[in-house]
């Protein structure tokens, strides 16, 4: 049975097929490695995940199923992607609660620890800086996201807004080109962050920055992954329009 990602009113029986879907290591690790807003290949999954690409198709299949996942045709090929902003906040939430929830010292067993160098780069490069779907996230997302609340851009008084200095410094800074946006998705969205286990700036606020960040080479992709690297044109910019020293 399909899940309904929008529906408030979920029975137990949807919370405990959503829960079943995430509750394999192989999906899991799909769904983290999709947190990064592209479309991958059943083959380039099953790389990333260390498995078979007909054992990634089934559980791909599974995933498109619950509604977590969606898939892209492109002639003969398939793509899949999450299925939108409500499946990577979930999957992001989840993740920022199993480090709150993981077990210390003697109760239970341990997370372990990367098992190579690359691993141990890759999970330095993540917690830095990464994309969360389509915002930003790790420690450039949530400086970012403390500039814009030291500059009174945005406003944790009643909940997360965007104030109007906030919402005229985003016309400023997209010159117009998609501000405001044309979304049904909230402005502003807190979206607490895995690795900071502080929150950082979502909805089609955070989604437009990071729009922004990428195509005017703020920042730059690391390879396959999600992580993002800042550039010293997006050190300096960042410096100009929020004050924000990153050096």
Do not use: I, K
Not at 36 to 59: F, N
């Amino acid at each position: 049975m399909m899940v309904d990602m929008t529906d408030t009113a979920a029975t137990g029986t949807d919370l405990a097929g959503l829960a079943g879907l995430l509750a394999d290591r192989t999906r899991a690790t799909v769904c983290l490695a999709l947190m990064d807003g592209r479309a991958w290949t059943a083959t380039e999954l099953a790389r990333h995940a260390g498995v078979a690409p007909s054992t990634a198709t089934e559980h791909l299949n599974l995933l498109v199923a619950g509604g977590l996942l969606t898939d892209v045709r492109q002639g003969r090929h398939r793509y899949v992607r999450l299925a939108g902003t409500p499946a990577a906040e979930l999957v992001e939430r989840l993740a920022a609660a199993a480090g709150e929830l993981a077990p210390a010292d003697g109760g239970g067993a341990e997370r372990p620890a990367p098992s190579s160098l690359t691993a141990v780069h890759r999970r330095h490069a993540l917690a830095a800086a990464r994309t969360c779907y389509d915002h930003l996230a790790g420690r450039l997302g949530v400086a970012v996201t403390d500039a814009l609340t030291a500059r009174g851009y945005l406003s944790w008084d009643r909940g997360l807004t965007l104030t109007d200095d906030g919402d005229a410094w985003f016309a400023v800074l997209l010159d117009g080109a998609s501000w405001p946006p044309a979304s049904r998705r909230p402005v502003v969205r807190s979206c607490l962050d895995w690795t900071e286990r502080r929150p950082h700036l979502g909805g089609a606020a955070g989604a437009a920055l990071c729009t922004h960040a990428v195509e005017a080479s703020w920042v730059v992709r690391a390879g396959r992954t999600r992580a993002l690297r800042l550039t010293d044109a997006g050190r300096s910019a960042l410096r100009d329009v929020l004050g924000l020293d990153l050096t």
